[in-house]
């Protein structure tokens, strides 16, 4: 197997050059925690607002010197990715979803409690000195608190990610759900939205704003 950095960082730099000429995509982060700290983490990332540029983009030979993979290849290192979260401690049942008609792609495994969600990213960018700077630990849960981290990032010396950040995400969404088995009692980041059970939480915000650090998706949730 290659070095699985290699080919995540791959696919960034693809979809990134992508992105840069759409500035349209949605990106959510779901997870369920249940009481004993186990859950399910999911991904997706919904490409479909840009899929007739991005299906012309797949036609072409290189974009800004930076050679356009086509299904198979992106298929391949999607597996990798699979593969190598698969055989982290901790993870299982991790499933890749590839929809190349809508250009939605989805990621979903199950934990046997958070840090092992943390350790299976930490394995992923520690083999790369550029990712290994940018990794935090994004999630914390211990006793009656969950907590999402946040670490503002500069991401514009990575290749080929030159553009102007407000004309490559004008219109990007991320959204975040968290959803548990208790009640939520608190939190710190008033932003997120609890829902009227109180056994969920959501943040939504375009990518833009979390960039400009105008959002945060930082916050301490406490549970009853």
């Not at 840069?20 to 949605?26: R, V």
């Not at 299904?71 to 890749?96: F, R, T």
């Not at 997120?192 to 945060?216: C, G, H, P, Q, W």
């Not at 998706?217 to 549970?223: A, G």
């Amino acid at each position: 197997m290659k070095s699985i950095w290699k080919n995540i960082k791959y696919l960034l730099i693809f979809f990134g050059l992508s992105l840069s000429l759409s500035g349209c995509f949605d990106f959510v982060e779901e997870i369920q925690l249940n009481n004993d700290g186990s859950g399910l983490l999911k991904y997706k990332l919904n490409l479909s607002k840009s899929k007739t540029k991005l299906s012309s983009i797949m036609l072409m030979d290189s974009i800004r010197g930076f050679a356009v993979p086509d299904q198979d290849e992106i298929h391949e290192k999607l597996v990798d990715l699979k593969l190598h979260l698969q055989d982290q401690e901790g993870l299982s049942d991790v499933v890749v979803k590839e929809n190349w008609g809508e250009y939605i792609f989805e990621v979903s495994l199950h934990f046997d409690n958070i840090e092992s969600v943390n350790h299976g990213f930490e394995s992923v960018m520690s083999k790369d000195q550029f990712a290994k700077g940018l990794f935090f630990t994004p999630f914390e849960s211990s006793g009656d608190r969950f907590v999402r981290n946040y670490v503002h990032q500069d991401y514009s010396s990575i290749q080929g990610w030159d553009r102007n950040f407000t004309e490559v995400f004008s219109d990007s969404k991320f959204t975040a759900v968290y959803k548990f088995g208790r009640l939520v009692d608190s939190q710190t980041n008033p932003k997120y939205l609890i829902s009227k059970n109180r056994k969920a939480v959501m943040f939504k915000s375009s990518f833009l704003d979390l960039i400009k650090k105008e959002a945060t998706l930082q916050n301490s949730i406490v549970l009853q």
